[in-house]
């Protein structure tokens, strides 16, 4: 992503207002769950945690439900959670494989305005969610407004050699807390995108109806779809000043999104490149009525991640190394968060601990703690966490219950 002519001076400011930011001591406000209550929600009947706001560590045996728990406060950030689960997937099952009638997440989360009530679910047997805040109704865009929350798991550890769709949904979580609206409009584009691919298959193209109907798609992908790709080379410019210092053992990282309309915009204003993606999908039509989806548009872009010491592509580093980028990319996330809007994310870390060395572990924990972010971390080793003794409640979990350690 080259810099535009111009704007040099403009981004090296930009960079020194972005390292003092981060680098001033202050303490931000915690996003933190003070409450939660689970009922008929994966393997828990029915769950209340009293919280205090610390960091909370959940250890016990693999499949007792420590990261059903990470899931569900997941859920009250935007988005399909952590396990990206369909909702009736969520609800309890007996023995013999039924679903219980419905589920439901309830929670108390600190924030940067003071407490506020969230609660999501669904009705028996139904994939429609529900969302209420401060006991109104309200969409998942809207839990953005109030709870940013970061995750990495086990299955992530494979990001940077999987397709890059992973690598996509990545990125987006990580605008969500810069730009809650990002979450709603990522949401209609993939809903344009699939109205537009269905008329096209069906050959609608040919019916003046059908046409009007494609123009007024494509004008509506082509907004968003400018908008989506502006807030994600945004952000990854931002991000990878903060990144390339790295955090103690984890390593520095560059941060670019590849794409075309990222490349138009490196050197057109919004509005041409608005027209030219409009201009691009009218023309496309005949190829994409045979193959399929679209083939330009920010569905196909990716997010390219470098180590910087090794100067190797993250894909090239070692599985370790993959690991230790990740996580440094989470950290640098949240530093950035807390320096740009005073509120620091919920960071959900699935069994990361125990696959990181003695030094990048403890390097973790003291950034969980220098931020004072509620991390929630999970491990099936208590000693693990030694360190966050005093520091964090620690929590055991055995057989969909939750006892204090």
């Not at 696959?355 to 972010?373: N, P, S």
Request: with cysteine; hydrophobic share 45%.
């Amino acid at each position: 992503m080259s810099a535009q002519p111009g704007r040099v001076e403009d981004a090296r400011t930009e960079d020194r207002a972005i390292i003092e930011a981060v680098s001033t001591e202050r303490r931000a406000t915690p996003v933190a769950v003070r409450s939660l209550k689970l009922t008929g929600f994966r393997n828990y009947a029915r769950q209340s945690l009293d919280l205090d706001g610390r960091a909370v560590v959940l250890f016990g045996e693999n499949g007792a439900g420590k990261t059903n728990l990470l899931e569900a406060v997941s859920l009250l950030a935007p988005g399909r959670g952590l396990r990206r689960a369909r909702t009736g997937e969520l609800e309890r099952r007996d023995g013999s494989g039924m679903a219980a009638p419905g589920w439901g997440v309830a929670a108390t989360v600190s924030t940067e305005v003071g407490p506020v009530e969230i609660g999501t679910g669904n009705e028996a047997g139904s994939e429609r969610r529900v969302v209420r805040i401060n006991g109104a109704a309200a969409t998942q865009t809207g839990l953005g407004e109030y709870v940013s929350a970061v995750w990495l798991t086990p299955q992530m550890s494979q990001l940077f050699l999987e397709g890059a769709s992973a690598r996509r949904r990545f990125l987006d979580r990580l605008v969500y807390g810069f730009d809650p609206a990002h979450a709603g409009r990522v949401t209609a584009y993939d809903k344009a995108l699939r109205d537009r691919s269905k008329i096209l298959k069906d050959g609608g193209e040919t019916g003046a109806m059908d046409a009007g109907w494609l123009d007024a798609l494509e004008a509506q992908i082509a907004e968003r779809g400018v908008a989506i790709a502006a807030a994600r080379r945004d952000l990854a410019v931002r991000l990878a000043r903060v990144a390339a210092s790295g955090f103690g053992p984890f390593p520095g990282a560059t941060v670019d999104v590849s794409g075309d309309l990222e490349a138009w915009l490196d050197t057109e204003s919004a509005v041409t490149v608005e027209d030219r993606f409009r201009d691009a999908l009218v023309q496309n039509r005949p190829v994409d009525a045979v193959t399929g989806g679209a083939a330009v548009g920010v569905h196909r872009s990716d997010l390219a991640v470098r180590h910087i010491e090794k100067d190797m592509p993250a894909d090239q580093c070692s599985t370790g190394e993959q690991k230790a980028l990740l996580m440094a990319l989470v950290l640098s996330h949240a530093r950035l968060l807390t320096a740009e809007r005073g509120v620091t994310p919920l960071l959900l870390l699935d069994e990361v601990a125990a696959h990181l060395d003695e030094d990048r572990r403890e390097a973790l924990f003291a950034a969980v703690l220098d931020m004072g972010a509620q991390a929630w971390m999970t491990g099936t080793d208590a000693r693990v966490f030694e360190p966050m003794q005093g520091a964090a409640q620690i929590l055991r979990v055995a057989d969909a219950a939750v006892f204090p350690a």
